[in-house]
Protein backbone atom coordinates (compact mmCIF):
# COMPACT_ATOMS: atom_id res chain seq x y z
CA UNK A 1 0.00 0.00 0.00
CA UNK A 2 1.81 3.12 -1.09
CA UNK A 3 0.65 5.84 1.13
CA UNK A 4 1.64 8.88 -0.71
CA UNK A 5 2.04 9.09 -4.83
CA UNK A 6 4.75 11.11 -6.04
CA UNK A 7 5.14 11.75 -9.94
CA UNK A 8 6.60 11.96 -12.18
CA UNK A 9 9.63 9.34 -12.01
CA UNK A 10 12.09 11.94 -13.92
CA UNK A 11 11.87 15.14 -15.34
CA UNK A 12 14.30 17.11 -17.82
CA UNK A 13 13.91 20.54 -18.50
CA UNK A 14 15.98 23.51 -19.56
CA UNK A 15 18.06 26.07 -17.65
CA UNK A 16 15.32 28.62 -16.29
CA UNK A 17 12.73 26.34 -16.72
CA UNK A 18 9.92 25.61 -13.94
CA UNK A 19 9.73 22.12 -12.89
CA UNK A 20 6.39 21.20 -11.44
CA UNK A 21 6.49 17.88 -9.25
CA UNK A 22 3.37 16.53 -7.89
CA UNK A 23 2.02 14.40 -5.02
CA UNK A 24 -1.61 12.85 -3.68
CA UNK A 25 -1.82 11.08 0.01
CA UNK A 26 -4.40 8.51 1.26
CA UNK A 27 -4.22 9.09 4.97
CA UNK A 28 -6.19 12.15 6.07
CA UNK A 29 -4.37 12.17 9.34
CA UNK A 30 -1.25 13.55 7.92
CA UNK A 31 -0.89 17.19 8.67
CA UNK A 32 2.95 17.94 7.77
CA UNK A 33 4.13 17.45 4.10
CA UNK A 34 7.95 17.89 3.39
CA UNK A 35 9.86 18.12 0.45
CA UNK A 36 13.29 16.84 0.61
CA UNK A 37 16.13 16.79 -1.76
CA UNK A 38 18.64 14.40 -2.63
CA UNK A 39 22.18 14.35 -4.27
CA UNK A 40 24.20 11.14 -5.18
CA UNK A 41 25.75 9.53 -2.22
CA UNK A 42 23.98 11.99 0.15
CA UNK A 43 21.49 11.89 2.63
CA UNK A 44 17.91 13.44 1.98
CA UNK A 45 18.25 17.04 3.25
CA UNK A 46 14.67 19.30 4.17
CA UNK A 47 14.04 21.87 1.07
CA UNK A 48 10.52 23.38 2.35
CA UNK A 49 7.69 21.79 4.13
CA UNK A 50 3.79 22.72 4.74
CA UNK A 51 1.15 22.12 6.90
CA UNK A 52 -2.69 21.72 5.43
CA UNK A 53 -3.62 24.89 7.08
CA UNK A 54 -2.35 26.79 4.44
CA UNK A 55 -2.56 26.69 0.32
CA UNK A 56 0.79 27.71 -0.63
CA UNK A 57 4.17 28.53 1.02
CA UNK A 58 7.51 30.14 -0.92
CA UNK A 59 11.14 29.84 0.35
CA UNK A 60 13.19 31.27 -2.49
CA UNK A 61 12.78 29.62 -5.84
CA UNK A 62 10.96 26.97 -4.06
CA UNK A 63 6.87 26.94 -3.74
CA UNK A 64 4.56 23.96 -2.50
CA UNK A 65 1.36 24.33 -3.70
CA UNK A 66 -1.14 22.40 -1.19
CA UNK A 67 -5.08 21.13 -2.38
CA UNK A 68 -6.46 19.89 0.98
CA UNK A 69 -9.67 18.37 -0.68
CA UNK A 70 -7.86 16.81 -3.01
CA UNK A 71 -5.65 15.87 -0.96
CA UNK A 72 -2.74 16.50 -3.40
CA UNK A 73 0.42 18.90 -3.00
CA UNK A 74 3.09 19.97 -5.47
CA UNK A 75 6.49 21.74 -5.90
CA UNK A 76 7.36 24.43 -7.78
CA UNK A 77 10.95 25.28 -8.72
CA UNK A 78 11.26 28.56 -10.15
CA UNK A 79 14.34 29.86 -12.65
CA UNK A 80 15.97 25.88 -12.04
CA UNK A 81 19.18 25.29 -12.09
CA UNK A 82 22.08 22.57 -13.43
CA UNK A 83 22.61 23.17 -9.53
CA UNK A 84 18.78 21.84 -8.75
CA UNK A 85 19.46 18.08 -10.67
CA UNK A 86 19.12 15.82 -8.11
CA UNK A 87 16.37 13.29 -6.60
CA UNK A 88 13.34 14.96 -4.89
CA UNK A 89 11.03 13.36 -2.48
CA UNK A 90 7.74 14.53 -1.02
CA UNK A 91 6.62 13.24 2.44
CA UNK A 92 3.77 12.77 4.68
CA UNK A 93 3.52 12.72 8.41
CA UNK A 94 1.07 12.82 11.12
CA UNK A 95 3.15 15.69 13.09
CA UNK A 96 3.60 15.04 17.05
CA UNK A 97 -0.38 15.17 17.52
CA UNK A 98 -1.50 11.95 16.03
CA UNK A 99 1.49 9.34 17.28
CA UNK A 100 4.88 9.00 15.77
CA UNK A 101 6.51 11.11 13.89
CA UNK A 102 7.38 8.76 10.98
CA UNK A 103 7.92 10.56 7.76
CA UNK A 104 5.98 8.01 4.68
CA UNK A 105 8.16 8.99 1.12
CA UNK A 106 7.05 8.90 -2.74
CA UNK A 107 9.35 7.04 -4.75
CA UNK A 108 11.00 10.07 -5.61
CA UNK A 109 11.56 12.22 -8.87
CA UNK A 110 14.74 12.21 -10.39
CA UNK A 111 15.03 16.23 -11.92
CA UNK A 112 17.70 17.27 -14.69
CA UNK A 113 18.16 21.08 -15.59
CA UNK A 114 20.32 21.08 -18.46
CA UNK A 115 22.36 24.39 -19.67
CA UNK B 1 27.64 21.86 14.09
CA UNK B 2 28.75 18.19 13.28
CA UNK B 3 25.35 16.77 11.35
CA UNK B 4 24.27 13.51 11.62
CA UNK B 5 27.21 10.50 11.21
CA UNK B 6 27.15 7.01 9.98
CA UNK B 7 29.74 4.14 10.26
CA UNK B 8 30.40 2.78 8.09
CA UNK B 9 29.38 4.53 5.15
CA UNK B 10 29.88 1.18 3.20
CA UNK B 11 29.09 -2.96 4.35
CA UNK B 12 30.27 -5.75 2.07
CA UNK B 13 28.75 -8.67 4.13
CA UNK B 14 28.58 -12.25 3.08
CA UNK B 15 24.75 -13.89 3.05
CA UNK B 16 23.99 -15.18 6.23
CA UNK B 17 26.20 -12.96 8.86
CA UNK B 18 25.76 -10.24 11.21
CA UNK B 19 26.13 -7.01 10.29
CA UNK B 20 25.74 -3.50 12.81
CA UNK B 21 25.25 -0.07 11.83
CA UNK B 22 25.60 2.72 14.01
CA UNK B 23 24.53 6.33 13.61
CA UNK B 24 25.30 9.10 15.48
CA UNK B 25 22.70 12.24 15.80
CA UNK B 26 23.20 15.39 16.21
CA UNK B 27 23.87 16.27 19.76
CA UNK B 28 21.37 17.34 21.51
CA UNK B 29 18.88 15.83 19.20
CA UNK B 30 16.67 13.08 21.89
CA UNK B 31 14.67 11.91 18.89
CA UNK B 32 16.21 9.38 16.29
CA UNK B 33 14.57 7.10 13.12
CA UNK B 34 16.25 4.83 11.19
CA UNK B 35 15.09 4.16 7.42
CA UNK B 36 15.68 2.19 4.33
CA UNK B 37 16.29 3.08 1.03
CA UNK B 38 16.21 0.42 -1.82
CA UNK B 39 17.57 1.79 -5.43
CA UNK B 40 15.37 3.89 -6.88
CA UNK B 41 12.79 3.97 -3.91
CA UNK B 42 12.24 6.88 -1.28
CA UNK B 43 12.97 5.90 1.96
CA UNK B 44 11.16 3.59 4.26
CA UNK B 45 10.80 3.86 8.29
CA UNK B 46 12.17 1.08 10.29
CA UNK B 47 12.08 2.55 13.82
CA UNK B 48 12.00 5.70 15.92
CA UNK B 49 13.56 6.31 19.20
CA UNK B 50 12.81 8.79 21.54
CA UNK B 51 15.55 9.04 24.16
CA UNK B 52 16.38 5.24 24.73
CA UNK B 53 12.94 3.97 24.37
CA UNK B 54 11.75 2.76 21.12
CA UNK B 55 8.39 4.88 20.73
CA UNK B 56 7.36 2.75 17.37
CA UNK B 57 9.37 -0.10 15.60
CA UNK B 58 6.19 -0.86 13.26
CA UNK B 59 8.64 -0.36 10.35
CA UNK B 60 11.22 -3.20 11.19
CA UNK B 61 10.52 -6.06 8.52
CA UNK B 62 11.12 -9.11 10.90
CA UNK B 63 12.61 -10.11 13.92
CA UNK B 64 16.17 -10.34 12.45
CA UNK B 65 16.34 -6.43 12.54
CA UNK B 66 17.04 -4.80 15.82
CA UNK B 67 17.94 -1.18 17.05
CA UNK B 68 19.32 -0.12 20.18
CA UNK B 69 19.80 3.58 21.80
CA UNK B 70 21.13 2.28 25.34
CA UNK B 71 22.59 6.29 26.15
CA UNK B 72 19.95 8.09 24.31
CA UNK B 73 22.20 9.38 21.81
CA UNK B 74 24.36 7.09 19.68
CA UNK B 75 22.45 4.33 17.79
CA UNK B 76 22.85 0.73 16.76
CA UNK B 77 21.01 -1.24 13.62
CA UNK B 78 22.27 -4.87 13.84
CA UNK B 79 20.97 -7.32 11.56
CA UNK B 80 21.25 -10.95 11.98
CA UNK B 81 21.64 -13.85 9.45
CA UNK B 82 21.41 -11.12 6.91
CA UNK B 83 19.65 -12.10 3.32
CA UNK B 84 20.49 -10.58 -0.61
CA UNK B 85 17.20 -8.69 0.06
CA UNK B 86 18.74 -6.77 3.10
CA UNK B 87 20.84 -4.66 0.26
CA UNK B 88 19.71 -1.38 0.86
CA UNK B 89 20.91 2.27 2.16
CA UNK B 90 20.08 2.28 5.37
CA UNK B 91 19.50 5.84 6.50
CA UNK B 92 19.47 7.39 9.96
CA UNK B 93 18.01 11.03 10.56
CA UNK B 94 17.68 12.88 14.47
CA UNK B 95 15.68 15.58 15.61
CA UNK B 96 15.07 17.72 18.60
CA UNK B 97 12.84 15.62 20.22
CA UNK B 98 10.70 18.45 22.11
CA UNK B 99 7.38 17.78 23.55
CA UNK B 100 4.33 19.53 22.14
CA UNK B 101 2.31 19.67 19.25
CA UNK B 102 5.02 20.74 16.42
CA UNK B 103 6.67 18.73 13.73
CA UNK B 104 10.53 18.93 13.51
CA UNK B 105 12.98 18.61 11.23
CA UNK B 106 14.66 15.38 10.44
CA UNK B 107 17.92 16.03 9.43
CA UNK B 108 19.53 12.76 7.49
CA UNK B 109 22.95 11.24 7.53
CA UNK B 110 24.50 10.20 4.69
CA UNK B 111 23.40 6.72 4.89
CA UNK B 112 25.32 3.05 5.46
CA UNK B 113 25.68 1.47 1.97
CA UNK B 114 24.81 -2.60 3.03
CA UNK B 115 25.46 -4.76 0.08
CA UNK B 116 25.09 -8.94 0.92
CA UNK B 117 26.11 -11.09 -0.98
Known amino acids: QQQVKQSPQSLIVQKGGIPIINCAYE??????FPWYQQFPGKGPALLIA?????SEKKEGRFTISFNKSAKQFSLHIMDSQPGDSATYFCAASRGRRGGSEKLVFGKGTKLTVNP | GAGVSQTPSNKVTEKGKYVELRCDPISGHTALYWYRQSLGQGPEFLIY????????DSGLPNDRFFAVRPEGSVSTLKIQRTERGDSAVYLC???????????????FGPGTRLLVL
Open chain 2, 49 to 56: FQGTGAAD
Open chain 2, 93 to 107: ASSLGLAGGVQETQY
Open chain 1, 27 to 32: NTAFDY
Open chain 1, 50 to 54: IRPDV
